[in-house]
């Protein structure tokens, strides 16, 4: 097993935090958090450019036929900027869902442009709010004159009003099955929800008899369980790469702020807390690389690494985020200063594929506890 990240996974880690600092700065997610689609497509267009949305991606099919260990890198670095791009959406939940499928065709016709940034995709699995439902549901597909068409609504769906194709799992009468949805079809409705995080948005999908293409898989089932690891890994890169920015940030202010003629970081209270946050990073990290590295070289062993990795590092996320508006004092409440944004980022990404406990249910299940 290998924690360390190689030289090239270093440079690829600059070259993104270059560029997210010279063109997605803390002023430009705020423009583009408060406006239409709410994410930035010049900034999308960028990564496609350094070739960041198909790390995962075979070259074949236009990808850069790399692994989750690299594109761990490019999540962590987008979870520090607070990036709002659909990454986690087409870049990671889309993609993988076409990998994990058995469709060459669908392979072949998405997955290059989904990788050139042409096409945002997204999945929709959970229902009412809750947590991922492998078996489809209460949306039902009907076959009609050899054509499927969809009933029923899913909610929450990342990037749902925006995403030019839509992968739904839904019941069949032989069982789940995906499907995909182009977002004009008839009888699809998307309405943008009001969520916590103005930085990532979440829709609701209603379909009514709405046409969709039916995606080969042998087991649609274990597909949906092996996209919903695969995004908890990359998930936890976002919330790794939150929790140093957190971190650092708050370092900074207690080096600068004084009260009683003191920088407020010379106090043992706030030495504790500032070092608390530095091992809750290394511990995060170790648990990342290890997630990682299964997805990529131990497919039997992800499932724990994955329960683990959202265990342990959404909490650490939330703990450092909300540690970090308390050592900013008055001004970590204000709406100027970032540290609401990292709050309500982190605390969002902990519940967005299932709250902590359901992951720790998870895992004791995984492990045999």
Same mark, same amino acid.
């Given at each position: !097993?290998?924690?360390?990240?190689?030289?090239? +996974?270093?440079?690829?880690?600059?070259?993104?935090?270059?560029?997210?600092?010279? %063109?997605?700065?803390?002023?430009?997610? %705020?423009?583009?958090?408060?406006?239409?689609?709410? =994410?930035?497509?010049?900034?999308?267009?960028?990564?496609?450019?350094?070739?960041?949305?198909?790390?995962?991606?075979?070259?074949?099919?236009? /990808?850069?036929?790399?692994?989750?260990?690299?594109?761990?890198?490019?999540?962590?670095?987008?979870?520090?900027?607070?990036?709002?791009?659909?990454?986690?959406?087409?870049?990671?939940? #889309?993609?993988?869902?076409?990998? *994990?499928?058995?469709?060459?065709?669908?392979?072949?016709?998405?997955?290059?442009?989904?990788?050139?940034?042409?096409?945002?995709? &997204?999945?929709?699995?959970?229902?009412?709010?809750?947590?991922?439902?492998?078996?489809? /549901?209460?949306?039902?597909?009907?076959?009609?004159?050899?054509?499927?068409?969809?009933?029923?609504?899913?909610?929450?769906?990342?990037?749902?009003?925006?995403?030019?194709?839509?992968?739904?799992?839904?019941?069949?009468?032989?069982?789940?099955?995906?499907?995909?949805?182009?977002?004009?079809?008839?009888?699809?409705?998307?309405?943008?929800?009001?969520?916590?995080?103005?930085?990532?948005?979440? #829709?609701?999908?209603?379909?009514? /008899?709405?046409?969709?293409? %039916?995606?080969?898989? *042998?087991?649609?089932?274990?597909?949906?369980?092996?996209?919903?690891?695969?995004?908890?890994?990359?998930?936890?890169?976002? +919330?790794?790469?939150?929790?140093?920015?957190? !971190?650092?940030? &708050?370092?900074?202010? *207690?080096?600068?702020?004084? +009260?009683?003629?003191?920088?407020?970081?010379?106090?043992?209270?706030? $030495?504790?807390?500032?070092?608390? !946050?530095?091992? *809750?990073?290394?511990?995060?990290?170790?648990?990342?690389? =290890?997630?990682?590295?299964?997805?990529? =070289?131990?497919?039997?062993?992800?499932?724990? #690494? #994955?329960?683990?990795?959202?265990?342990?590092?959404?909490?650490?996320?939330?703990?450092?985020?909300?540690? !970090?508006?308390?050592?900013?004092?008055?001004? /970590?409440? &204000?709406?100027? =200063?970032?540290?609401?944004?990292?709050? $309500?980022?982190?605390?969002?990404?902990?519940?967005?594929?299932?709250?902590?406990?359901?992951?720790?249910?998870?895992?004791?299940?995984?492990?045999?506890?």
């Amino acid at each position: !097993m290998k924690l360390v990240l190689d030289a090239e +996974q270093e440079d690829l880690r600059a070259a993104v935090r270059k560029f997210l600092a010279d %063109r997605a700065p803390s002023e430009r997610v %705020r423009a583009v958090m408060d406006g239409d689609p709410g =994410h930035d497509p010049a900034v999308w267009t960028g990564l496609a450019g350094l070739g960041v949305l198909g790390l995962v991606v075979p070259e074949e099919l236009g /990808g850069a036929g790399a692994g989750h260990v690299d594109r761990s890198v490019v999540a962590e670095e987008l979870g520090r900027a607070l990036t709002p791009v659909p990454f986690l959406a087409s870049a990671v939940l #889309a993609t993988d869902a076409l990998l *994990a499928l058995d469709d060459d065709g669908a392979r072949a016709e998405l997955l290059p442009r989904l990788a050139a940034g042409e096409l945002v995709g &997204t999945v929709a699995v959970a229902e009412h709010g809750g947590e991922w439902d492998r078996t489809g /549901g209460d949306t039902t597909a009907a076959e009609r004159d050899g054509r499927w068409e969809l009933t029923g609504v899913k909610t929450p769906v990342l990037a749902g009003d925006t995403a030019d194709v839509v992968l739904v799992v839904a019941r069949t009468p032989d069982g789940p099955g995906w499907f995909a949805v182009d977002a004009g079809a008839a009888g699809l409705a998307r309405t943008r929800l009001t969520g916590l995080d103005p930085t990532r948005r979440v #829709a609701r999908l209603e379909f009514d /008899g709405t046409p969709a293409r %039916r995606l080969a898989t *042998a087991d649609a089932a274990a597909a949906v369980d092996l996209v919903a690891d695969l995004a908890a890994v990359a998930l936890a890169a976002e +919330q790794a790469g939150l929790l140093q920015r957190a !971190m650092e940030l &708050t370092v900074d202010h *207690a080096k600068v702020r004084v +009260q009683f003629g003191r920088p407020i970081g010379s106090y043992q209270a706030v $030495k504790h807390g500032c070092a608390d !946050m530095y091992s *809750a990073w290394e511990l995060a990290v170790s648990v990342l690389r =290890h997630a990682a590295w299964t997805a990529d =070289h131990d497919r039997a062993e992800l499932p724990v #690494a #994955a329960a683990l990795a959202q265990t342990y590092i959404g909490p650490a996320a939330f703990t450092t985020a909300t540690g !970090m508006i308390q050592y900013h004092g008055g001004i /970590g409440y &204000t709406w100027e =200063h970032d540290a609401h944004l990292f709050y $309500k980022r982190a605390k969002s990404a902990e519940q967005l594929l299932g709250p902590p406990s359901g992951h720790r249910a998870r895992l004791a299940d995984r492990i045999g506890v």
